[in-house]
T-cell receptor, first 111, second 112 residues
Framework: ETGVTQTPRHLVMGMTNKKSLKCEQH?????MYWYKQSAKKPLELMFV???????ENNSVPSRFSPECPNSSHLFLHLHTLQPEDSALYLC??????????FGPGTRLTVT | EDKVVQSPLSLVVHEGDTVTLNCSYEVTNFRSLLWYKQEKKAPTFLFML????IEKKSGRLSSILDKKELFSILNITATQTGDSAIYLCAVLRGAGSYQLTFGKGTKLSVIP
């Protein structure tokens, strides 16, 4: 396992469910990220937090809601998702804007 | 809009072959280019390139950046089956930005 952990590793949810993805980094980094990876598409940046403050939000629909209570923990709250939101959700951390260290990802399936 | 294009999209080689993966980019206020290897889940960091013409090496892997022509190559010599993975290229914007733009990746398959 890397210094970035994610739970759960797999998640199946219906379109009316509410669930949360959790990420924790043990590297002492000050920036944390959520990325979405869909089949045959590049990794897409969703959110960035630097020292708990959100610095980037790439036009992500409001059904995805991030939360960063401290510089080691990051959540992604999911609400009324669509089937096209099924993807691998990767959390990452970095020191400032250096190289990213990724977590193992959560494979999300929306039914 | 920032753009990162990788080629080829997929590649099948035999063990022992040498491969070259390509990455071209268009980005506002370029700062660095990064290479990652993705096997099953999490991409793992390989190289970060900031200066033109300086080769970075790690074992059988090496990479170089050309900031004039806006591209980078990743070379793998004496390939092994364990090199089979998706290789991702990404570019980072200038100071103060956390925007890392990824290409679609090159899927490399090394067969015995």
């Amino acid at each position: 396992e890397t210094g970035v952990t994610q739970t759960p590793r797999h998640l199946v949810m219906g379109m009316t469910n509410k669930k949360s993805l959790k990420c924790e980094q043990h590297l002492g980094h000050n920036a944390m990220y959520w990325y979405k990876q869909s089949a045959k598409k590049p990794l897409e940046l969703m959110f960035v937090y630097n020292f708990k403050e959100q610095t980037e939000n790439n036009s992500v629909p409001s059904r995805f809601s991030p939360e960063c209570p401290n510089s080691s923990h990051l959540f992604l709250h999911l609400h009324t998702l669509q089937p096209e939101d099924s993807a691998l959700y990767l959390c990452a951390s970095s020191q400032d804007s250096g190289s990213l260290h990724f977590g193992p990802g959560t494979r999300l399936t929306v039914t | 809009e920032d753009k990162v294009v990788q080629s080829p999209l997929s590649l099948v080689v035999h063990e022992g072959d040498t491969v070259t993966l390509n990455c071209s980019y268009e980005v506002t206020n370029f700062r660095s280019l990064l290479w990652y290897k993705q096997e099953k889940k999490a991409p793992t960091f390989l190289f970060m390139l900031t200066s033109s013409g300086i080769e970075k090496k790690s074992g059988r892997l090496s990479s170089i950046l050309d900031k004039k022509e806006l591209f980078s190559i990743l070379n793998i010599t004496a390939t092994q089956t364990g090199d089979s993975a998706i290789y991702l290229c990404a570019v980072l914007r200038g100071a103060g930005s956390y925007q890392l733009t990824f290409g679609k990746g090159t899927k490399l398959s090394v067969i015995p």
